[in-house]
């Protein structure tokens, strides 16, 4: 299985760098593959963050995000991967991740990652 990069993701300047306001980008049409089981993993990922300087352009995260199709990770690990990944590239004042996976076997997972770590109340 293939290595999702974070090369493929472009930005552009923040055309409001002073002003805190919430983008909110939905992709309904995530997929990885489990990892223990080889099948494919649907879920809708919501990224909402405040920009600093620059923010992601959509085309470039929609080439990164097709990267999961054929890589095998279990749900925890792809969402915090994309978190990560996307803060390297962007360095918003504030990230968060949710990640709601389809149910299997009658059981549904959301993980939901934030950067920095304190808006849950941690400090490093």
Same mark, same amino acid.
């Given at each position: 299985?293939?290595?999702?990069?974070?090369?493929?993701?472009?930005?552009?300047?923040?055309?409001?760098?002073?002003? *805190? =306001?919430?983008?909110?980008?939905?992709?309904?049409?995530?997929?990885?593959?489990?990892?223990? !089981? &080889?099948?494919?993993?649907? &879920?809708?990922?919501?990224? !909402?963050?405040?920009?600093?300087?620059?923010?992601?352009?959509?085309?470039?995260?929609?080439?990164?995000? /097709? /990267?999961?199709?054929?890589? &095998?990770?279990? =749900?925890? /690990?792809?969402?915090?991967?994309?978190?990560? *990944?996307?803060?390297?590239?962007?360095?918003?004042?504030?990230?968060?991740?949710?990640?709601?996976?389809?149910?299997? &076997?009658?059981?549904?997972?959301?993980?939901?990652?934030?950067?920095?770590?304190?808006?849950?109340?941690?400090?490093?």
């Amino acid at each position: 299985m293939t290595e999702p990069t974070r090369d493929l993701l472009e930005t552009f300047e923040n055309p409001y760098p002073g002003r *805190d =306001y919430l983008i909110e980008t939905v992709c309904p049409e995530f997929t990885s593959v489990c990892p223990k !089981t &080889g099948q494919p993993d649907f &879920g809708t990922l919501t990224i !909402t963050y405040i920009a600093d300087q620059v923010c992601f352009e959509l085309k470039s995260l929609k080439l990164y995000l /097709q /990267q999961y199709r054929n890589h &095998g990770a279990f =749900y925890e /690990q792809v969402t915090n991967r994309i978190l990560d *990944d996307l803060v390297a590239v962007v360095q918003p004042r504030m990230m968060e991740i949710r990640a709601e996976f389809t149910p299997r &076997g009658g059981i549904r997972t959301n993980v939901v990652v934030t950067y920095p770590d304190e808006v849950w109340g941690e400090e490093e």
